[in-house]
């Protein structure tokens, strides 16, 4: 079962899609990632993959699976037996940007236990995470 979010930036949708698909700005909001590596191509497009290097060194590899600017965004990262996606949805309001989310995790055998725990706990992390860099862009804008 799928969880879901949203909030609000007060930056224009254009800058807030282009934010969200660069895996290079993860680094600025999500809080488990350290860094990412191997980033091909190295401009945002559907297709584009990269490996996040996590807090816990955790390696997922990423793939962008929708790029539709400046209205839609999804990835997909899979490690080990876990598959994982979140999808994005842009939508103008006025001089800001509402975000809508949602996401998924599952995993096979022994480990879709521990994904039905991490299910549970990951909308908490995403939407600190989001509140993060919802805090970048307004200050860049």
């Given at each position: 079962?799928s969880r879901r979010g949203s909030l609000t930036i007060v930056a224009p949708t254009?800058?807030?899609?282009?934010?969200?698909?660069?895996?290079?700005?993860?680094?600025?909001?999500?809080?488990?990632?350290?860094?990412?590596?191997d980033v091909t191509p190295a401009e945002p497009a559907l297709g584009q993959s990269?490996?996040?290097?996590?807090?816990?060194?955790?390696?997922?590899?990423?793939?962008?699976?929708?790029?539709?600017?400046?209205?839609?965004?999804?990835?997909?990262?899979?490690?080990?037996?876990?598959?994982?996606?979140?999808?994005?949805?842009?939508?103008?309001?006025?001089?800001?940007?509402?975000?809508?989310?949602?996401?998924?995790?599952?995993?096979?055998?022994?480990?879709?236990?521990?994904?039905?725990?991490?299910?549970?706990?990951?909308?908490?992390?995403?939407?600190?995470?989001l509140r993060a860099a919802a805090r970048h862009i307004e200050a860049r804008d």
């Amino acid at each position: 079962m799928s969880r879901r979010g949203s909030l609000t930036i007060v930056a224009p949708t254009t800058a807030v899609f282009a934010y969200f698909a660069d895996p290079q700005r993860r680094p600025e909001w999500q809080s488990s990632l350290r860094r990412v590596e191997d980033v091909t191509p190295a401009e945002p497009a559907l297709g584009q993959s990269w490996t996040d290097v996590t807090a816990a060194m955790v390696r997922p590899r990423m793939r962008t699976t929708a790029y539709d600017p400046p209205s839609r965004w999804a990835e997909e990262g899979t490690w080990g037996p876990f598959t994982a996606w979140l999808r994005m949805d842009f939508a103008p309001q006025g001089a800001a940007t509402h975000v809508s989310w949602e996401m998924d995790l599952t995993a096979a055998g022994p480990a879709a236990l521990a994904a039905a725990a991490l299910r549970r706990a990951a909308p908490y992390a995403i939407a600190a995470d989001l509140r993060a860099a919802a805090r970048h862009i307004e200050a860049r804008d």
